[in-house]
């Protein structure tokens, strides 16, 4: 597949660590974030999202970490395992339904 | 339930030719998006539809046409195509409206696009 893009921030992590994906975002008044995954010749998976009134979400082997104070996002992965690596998108609401994207971490797991 | 469908796959013009990229969801979903990916840019907005019959403009407009056919359907044009265009467009739904927000979108696969 083609990469989806060059030069990306990239993690590179041993199969069974934890993974952490930071993201800073530009808008104060931003209240809903997401995390996407994007594999090699896919479009991007939802994984998890957190709106400003909480400051953790978990879902599975996922958390998501919201920072409001200095506008900083993170997602940890649990156990990271080879079908992990790919390329992670965070995104905040830009009014209106629309969501502005960051340009993405790569995750590389070792196994 | 195949969530986001794009066609085509993959397709490859010479600049001047016109094409459409049709996009269908069947989640019921209220709104529809297309974004172009291009290496190192991340996803960048071209149009959206907030509801049937509306269409914005979104961050990269320009050579592109969009019509939203039906609540399951959004299309997007390029009249006439130019090298710059070469992207990986994806089309994305969402149940959100302006009365329901903060909900996430899903993508459908991607079409790939070469102008020569």
């Known amino acids: 597949g083609e990469s989806v893009g060059l030069h990306l921030p990239t993690l590179s992590v041993q199969e069974g660590d934890n993974s952490i994906i930071n993201c800073a975002y530009s808008n104060s008044a931003s209240d809903y974030f997401i995390w996407y995954k994007q594999e090699s010749g896919k479009g991007p998976q939802f994984i998890i999202d957190?709106?400003?009134?909480?400051d953790k979400r978990q879902g599975q082997r996922v958390t998501v970490l919201l920072n409001k104070t200095v506008k900083h996002l993170s997602l940890q992965i649990a156990a990271t395992q080879p079908g992990d690596s790919a390329v992670y998108f965070c995104a905040e609401n830009h009014g209106n339904n629309r969501l502005a994207f960051g340009k993405g971490n790569q995750v590389v797991v070792i196994p | 339930n195949a969530g986001v469908t794009q066609t085509p796959k993959f397709q490859v013009l010479k600049t001047g030719q016109s094409m459409t990229l049709q996009c269908a969801q069947d989640?019921?979903?209220?709104?529809m998006y297309w974004y172009r990916q291009d290496p190192g840019m991340g996803l960048r907005l071209i149009y959206y539809?907030?509801?049937?019959?509306?269409?914005d403009k979104g961050e990269v407009p320009n050579g592109y046409n969009v019509s939203r056919l039906n609540k399951r359907e959004f299309s997007l044009r390029l009249e006439s195509a130019a090298p710059s265009q070469t992207s990986v467009y994806f089309c994305?739904?969402?149940?959100?409206?302006?009365?329901?927000?903060?909900?996430?979108?899903?993508f459908g696969d991607g079409t790939r696009l070469s102008i020569l």
């Open positions: 989640m019921n979903h209220n709104s």
């Open positions: 539809s907030a509801s049937e019959g509306t269409t």
């Open positions: 957190i709106r400003s009134n909480m």
């Open positions: 994305a739904s969402s149940i959100g409206t302006l009365s329901i927000s903060n909900q996430p979108q899903h």
